[in-house]
Structures are given as C-alpha cells and as structure tokens.
C-alpha cells in the first residue's frame, strides 16, 4: 500500500515562508529514491498545476511563477519530499499536493491528499 502525507501548510501573510513536507509510505515506496517527486497545487476554480518536480538525480523544474522563491528538496534516507516556500503571494493561496512517479513513468501515479495554503494581503 502506497500513502503519501503532506504536512506544514497553513495560513501566512504576504511575504512569509512556509515549509511543506511529504512523507511516503508503504512497501511501493521501498525504492522511493527511484521515484520522481513532485509539487502541484489547485486554487478554487483553476486547474491543478505543477510547481516544482525533483528527479531520482536530484535535478529540479519549477513553475515560472514560483521561480527564485520556491525551493524542492528530498531526503531519500526520510523517504520525504519538502518544498519551502519564500515571498509568498496572495496568489499562491492553493491545496498543494505531492504527487510520485516511478522510474520509468510518464504520470504521478500516487497522490497525497493535500494541504491548504493561505496568504493573505
């Protein structure tokens, strides 16, 4: 069984930080450091978007919007994905879910159930 937790979202003022981590479990993560991880995020009336991914290798992509403000990291050793988020805008106010890829997929296979984040002006 295969569960992805996200953690660390919540309510922050324009300019403020925030950490997200996701924690993966169960026996299809055994080999998690061979999955591609990812960041998407959804606000009320828009489609889910992606906005930062981290390869097996390490190697990251970010949305253009969250350039130079969002940082993606894992630790393999924790089976954890983490995205720090600086400067935050009002317009990032979304559910924001981790999502995995396998090695080898073309698709997120394994969601989490998400976690709100609120900037306020």
């Known amino acids: 069984q295969a569960q992805l937790v996200e953690s660390g979202g919540g309510s922050v003022q324009a300019g403020g930080s925030l950490r997200l981590s996701c924690a993966a479990s169960?026996?299809?993560?055994?080999?998690?450091?061979?999955?591609?991880m990812a960041w998407f995020r959804q606000a009320p009336g828009e489609e889910r978007e992606i906005v930062a991914a981290?390869?097996?290798?390490?190697?990251?992509t970010y949305a253009d919007s969250v350039k130079g403000r969002f940082t993606i990291s894992r630790d393999n050793a924790k089976n954890t994905v983490y995205l720090q988020m600086n400067s935050l805008k009002p317009e990032d106010t979304a559910v924001y879910y981790c999502?995995?890829?396998?090695?080898?997929?073309?698709?997120?296979?394994?969601w989490g159930q998400g976690t709100q984040v609120t900037v306020s002006s």
């Open positions: 999502a995995a890829a396998p090695l080898g997929g073309s698709n997120y296979d394994y």
């Open positions: 169960g026996r299809t993560f055994s080999n998690y450091a061979m999955y591609a």
């Open positions: 981290i390869s097996w290798t390490g190697s990251n």
